[in-house]
């Protein structure tokens, strides 16, 4: 079973940044294909990001421009930057690894509010 600890949740002003980080406990990290979800009050969780074990990231249209996955497999961590925020990225985000079995974090909560 892979654990994942995701970190760096907040609250912030709208157009303000966080990064989130989510460190899993694996020495077959770089393997995985990583990926970061939320969701949101009364919604259906959605892919934010994600990061393929090759390197090849996607995003969704809503965060395009305004958010960056990577990953450090040295470090066993995979990390969301994200800029400019809006009140509607509040949310409880998850870190998602994919492997022969799907892992889960147990998220960490950011909210955009003035």
């Known amino acids: 079973q892979v654990q994942l600890v995701e970190s760096g949740g907040g609250l912030v002003q709208p157009g303000g940044s966080l990064r989130l980080s989510c460190t899993a406990s694996?020495?077959?990290?770089?393997?995985?294909?990583m990926g970061w979800y939320r969701q949101a009050p009364g919604k259906q969780r959605e892919l934010v990001a994600g990061i393929t074990s090759g390197g090849r990231t996607n995003y969704a249209d809503s965060v395009k421009g305004r958010c960056t996955i990577s990953r450090d497999n040295t470090k066993n961590t995979v990390y969301l930057q994200m800029n400019s925020l809006k009140p509607e990225d509040t949310a409880v985000y998850y870190c998602?690894?994919?492997?022969?079995?799907?892992?889960w974090g147990q998220g960490t909560l950011v909210t955009v509010s003035s």
């Open positions: 694996t020495k077959i990290f770089s393997v995985y294909d």
């Open positions: 998602n690894a994919e492997g022969t079995r799907s892992h």
